[in-house]
Antibody, heavy 121, light 109 residues
């Protein structure tokens, strides 16, 4: 069965960096686009970043552009989110999500359980 | 940037029918926006329900259906169950980015 397991969250000071990972299993990782989505405490969902199945295409929300980088390692079936210059507004649960796959890169199907990032001094 | 608008809250009686909508600030929502719908219960990760406006995942209960209605994406629940009480989010793709709506809190009462 499809599993997405996020890790790497924690407490970090403003201005600091953190790298999140999402370990994927149960599907052909190299054939699926992937996303990161976040949810601040008590707030709604916010799309963060997208990466194409082969890693060649990425896109970012304006709120993280220039600070966050999405990447993937097909040999390890793992998705990453490098987060730099963090601010308290980046405090959230971060979810990885899988695109439906095949020719469908735009729709979502499976989600991980999330990892909490807290930016505080 | 595109703003996606949903009803903040709706209330429905058990067994009833309710329609949630999702509008784009850029104009009519079409299939090219790849409208998706998600359900989220407190303390849980979101769960995908509908993709590309009207397609169900294998796990989506039959009482959920998606459509394009009057220039908006719509999610209809028919024969609502108590366990359908949750927050529902729509998601639209536009110009290389994805945007979530603010969510609709559905109360079953």
């Amino acid at each position: 069965q499809v599993q997405l397991v996020e890790s790497g969250g924690g407490v970090v000071q403003p201005g600091g960096s953190l790298r999140l990972s999402c370990a994927a299993s149960g599907f052909t990782f190299s054939r699926n686009a992937m996303h990161w989505v976040r949810q601040a405490p008590g707030k709604g969902l916010e799309w963060v970043a997208f990466i194409g199945y082969d890693g060649r295409k990425q896109s970012y929300a304006d709120s993280v552009k220039g600070r966050f980088t999405i990447s993937r390692d097909t040999s390890k079936n793992t998705l990453f989110l490098q987060m730099n210059t963090l601010t308290p507004e980046d405090t959230a649960v971060y979810y990885c999500a899988k695109a439906v796959g095949g020719s469908n890169w735009a729709d979502f199907d499976y989600w991980g359980q999330g990892t909490l990032v807290s930016v505080s001094s | 940037q595109t703003v996606v608008t949903q009803e903040p809250s709706l209330t429905v009686s058990p067994g009833g029918t309710v329609t949630l909508t999702c509008a784009s600030s850029t104009g009519a929502v079409t299939s090219g926006f790849f409208p998706d719908w998600f359900q989220q219960k407190p303390g849980q990760a979101p769960r995908s329900l509908i993709y590309s406006a009207n397609n169900k995942h294998s796990w989506t209960p039959a009482r959920f259906s998606g459509s394009l209605l009057g220039g908006k994406a719509a999610l209809t629940l028919s024969g609502v169950q108590p366990e359908d009480e949750a927050e529902y989010y729509c998601l639209l793709y536009s110009a290389g980015a994805w945007v979530f709506g603010g969510g609709t809190k559905l109360t079953v009462l």
